[in-house]
């Protein structure tokens, strides 16, 4: 299997995780509370393990990604507040399942929306101002 197979799999992921959460987020505003711990439960592992599935993609393929996506997972792999948040099931803000599943969601989403959308390899900044 390539990296792009690897990843839109782990896209595909993300982006019926997002549709799931949005839906919670929505419902929370009609009733703030979470009766059968669905944050808990479904969405919360369920990040956790697409976090886990990205770590193993970087690992597996770091020798053939394009530096722009080596740098995109680096990023969101090494940075501290999201590895806190991702790593783990429980909740990093008591109390508030809503805020915790929002920056869950938001943190994959910006992530799938980052790595599918790599420009192409040609691509550096500033390339069509300097051919102009």
């Known amino acids: 299997m390539s990296w792009r197979a690897e990843w ?13 959460g949005k839906f ?9 509370e979470d009766p059968y711990s669905i ?3 479904r969405i919360m592992p369920h ?12 690992e ?11 740098k995109c ?6 940075d501290d507040n999201f590895n806190k948040l991702l790593s783990t099931t429980e909740l990093i803000t008591a ?6 599943v929002q920056a869950r969601l938001t943190l994959l989403a910006s992530l799938q929306s980052e790595l599918t959308d790599l420009p ?3 691509w550096t900044p500033g390339y069509a101002t300097a051919a102009l």
Do not use: C, H, T
Request: glycine residues 6%.
């Open 120 to 122: 192409p390899i040609w």
């Open 73 to 78: 997972l680096d990023y969101f792999i090494k």
């Open 8 to 20: 839109k799999a782990i896209s595909d992921q993300i982006q019926g995780l997002v549709d799931g």
């Open 60 to 70: 597996r393929y770091e020798l053939v990604l394009p530096p722009s996506a080596n």
């Open 24 to 32: 919670y987020l929505e419902s929370l505003r009609i009733r703030n």
């Open 95 to 100: 109390g508030s399942q809503s805020i915790d």
């Open 39 to 41: 944050a808990r439960k």
């Open 47 to 58: 990040a956790k393990g697409i976090y886990e599935a990205v770590k193993k993609l970087k």
